[in-house]
């Protein structure tokens, strides 16, 4: 009799000690800190089509001619894009494709709290995408200065930065040798998240009689 209880004993402590074990290992899964994301993409992107990414539900292939369910440099931009869940700070030199444009605009019709800085000498050229972007209702600021504003960058929900040396153009997705770091690291972040807010701040135009933001009387 005592042998069969030493037995259920020794057995109920094995059993613990297991369930103790898998109980450790789920606290260090679900506890331990959240590897930081970073990630390269290099351009030209070959083309593909996009519809899938705004359409996540679709159910069937577009008809364009474009190979379909290809993920590439610009898919991923695409998807990181929208993400966003919050707001999204945008600061571009050039802004002329239309894809980029429909990523925003997806993001804008979701509530997300979207701020556009863009250089005022390419706000009006052919296809920019800034006039449509207001047209929605979306805040944009345009440099003041002789200088350009040659930044390409945007900050997601205060998480997320991407930024490298591509323009949101057509000619620097598909035809440019380019290159985009999206990362997660708050060290590498919150300089430009600075950045944008004091550039913010300083083409407010409310401080000068004319903006980009502002039609012509």
Request: charged share 20%; with cysteine.
């Amino acid at each position: 009799m005592l042998v069969s209880w030493r037995v259920k004993a020794v057995s109920l402590g094995v059993v613990a000690l297991s369930l103790s074990v898998e109980l450790v290992c789920w606290v260090f899964r679900h506890l331990r800190p959240k590897k930081a994301l970073n990630e390269v993409l290099f351009f030209p992107s070959e083309l593909a089509c996009v519809e899938h990414i705004f359409n996540p539900t679709l159910t069937y292939s577009c008809f364009c001619s474009l190979p379909h369910g290809i993920e590439t440099s610009f898919s991923r931009l695409l998807r990181h894009i929208l993400s966003a869940s919050s707001s999204l700070d945008l600061c571009v030199f050039a802004f002329s494709n239309m894809d980029l444009g429909r990523a925003i605009l997806a993001l804008h019709s979701r509530g997300v709290i979207i701020r556009v800085l863009a250089d005022k000498d390419y706000t009006a050229i052919s296809g920019s995408q800034i006039g449509t972007l207001r047209k929605a209702g979306i805040c944009v600021r345009c440099s003041k200065g002789t200088v350009y504003m040659h930044h390409k960058f945007v900050v997601l929900d205060s998480r997320l930065l991407i930024t490298g040396s591509l323009n949101w153009t057509l000619t620097a997705v598909q035809s440019n040798d380019e290159n985009l770091i999206i990362t997660e690291e708050q060290d590498l972040l919150l300089p430009f998240s600075q950045e944008f807010n004091r550039l913010w701040v300083k083409n407010d135009p409310c401080k000068r009689p004319l903006s980009c933001s502002q039609p012509k009387p």
